[in-house]
């Protein structure tokens, strides 16, 4: 099993930036790669971004490339979103998401929820325009 601690939310201004953070413990070694899902109120969950742990591969939803960066730190078994530029639709709650499948690159994971095997709690993202 694998546990994730997601962290860093809170409230922002318009424009403004957050870094989120995805804590893994138990099997890391398990994992191949790490996403962030966010969901707002009333709205499906959407993807946001994943990374795979061997490759650093990345892969972006287009409503977020250009304005967020995922990154991983292998040595601390965590992932990072910073989020830039942001704007009131941003807002959401955010939750990592962990997977055990092996696909040679980032996009393969991309948006298709069954991909991932385990989730963070969720962290609430506001952004007051």
């Known amino acids: 099993q694998v546990q994730l601690e997601d962290s860093g939310g809170g409230l922002v201004q318009a424009g403004g930036s957050l870094r989120l953070s995805c804590a893994a413990s138990?099997?890391?070694?398990?994992?191949?790669?790490t996403g962030w899902f966010r969901q707002a109120p009333g709205k499906e969950r959407e993807f946001v971004a994943v990374?795979?742990?061997?490759?650093?591969?990345?892969y972006y939803a287009d409503s977020v490339k250009g304005r967020f960066t995922i990154s991983r730190d292998n040595a601390k078994n965590t992932v990072y979103l910073q989020m830039n530029s942001q704007k009131p639709a941003d807002t959401a709650v955010y939750s990592c998401?962990?997977?055990?499948?092996?696909?040679?690159?980032?996009?393969?994971?991309?948006?298709?929820?069954?991909?991932?095997?385990?989730w963070g709690q969720g962290t609430q993202v506001t952004v007051a325009s």
């Open positions: 998401a962990a997977s055990s499948r092996y696909y040679s690159t980032a996009y393969y994971y991309g948006s298709n929820i069954g991909n991932y095997d385990y």
């Open positions: 138990g099997r890391t070694f398990s994992m191949y790669a």
């Open positions: 990374i795979t742990w061997r490759g650093g591969s990345t």
